[in-house]
């Protein structure tokens, strides 16, 4: 159970995916060496019982060793799911008392609730995209020169239109961002 709360705090840093990896392979080896032991246990005990006319008869070597292969070595994911006491195909118990076990031994199954955005504040990160800004200062250089050469107020109409529709595009994006997070936010809380 150490091994695998370890493992688990693992999976949530991934500086330590390396340790994790370690002790996944760690007991796998031993869940291999267990399994490997059972079967020499068992083969010695058919031998035994083959040579003294009691029991099966005895097989040729290459199907003995193919059928030795095939069982002595369980996957990496039945390994892991025999320390996890659950199963490949149906998954884990589902009682009650299965889950508070595991939430008590591996924590909730949770997102850690993160700082939420303020409206201002995906508003200057939607204005901080590289070409809003190039669009914002073509904007102003067109209604600073405008100013500069004296011309009529109707020469301000491109600067402004410019100015305008980043600022639309800038709104537009913190909204569309904001209720992201909103839904996000309702998403976790179930």
């Keep these: 159970a150490a091994e695998l709360r370890t493992v688990v705090a693992a999976a949530a840093d991934p500086s330590q995916s390396a340790a994790a990896q ?3 392979s760690a007991v796998t080896a031993r869940l291999v060496s267990k399994q490997q032991a059972k079967h020499a246990r068992h083969a010695a005990k058919h031998a035994h019982g083959s040579s003294n006319g009691h ?3 005895a097989t040729n070597g290459s199907t003995a060793v193919v059928a030795e292969q095939h069982t002595a070595a369980p996957s990496t994911a039945a390994a892991l799911a025999s320390a ?11 009682d009650a008392a299965d889950a508070a ?3 008590s031994a591996f924590g909730s199954n949770s997102l850690a609730v993160s700082a939420t955005s303020s409206f201002w504040q995906l508003l200057l990160e939607a204005a901080s995209d590289s070409t809003l800004l190039l669009l914002m200062a073509a904007g102003a250089v067109s209604i600073g020169l405008t100013a500069a050469t004296g011309k009529e107020a109707v020469d301000y109409i491109d600067g402004a239109a410019i100015l305008a529709s980043v600022a639309i595009c800038v709104n537009v994006t913190a909204v569309t961002n904001y209720q992201k997070e909103s ?8």
């Design 22 to 24: 370690d002790i996944i």
């Design 55 to 57: 029991g099966p008869p």
């Design 84 to 94: 996890l006491h659950t199963d490949l195909r149906r998954g884990v118990h589902g």
């Design 101 to 103: 076990a595991r939430v």
């Design 183 to 190: 839904k996000f936010r309702q998403l976790n809380s179930l």
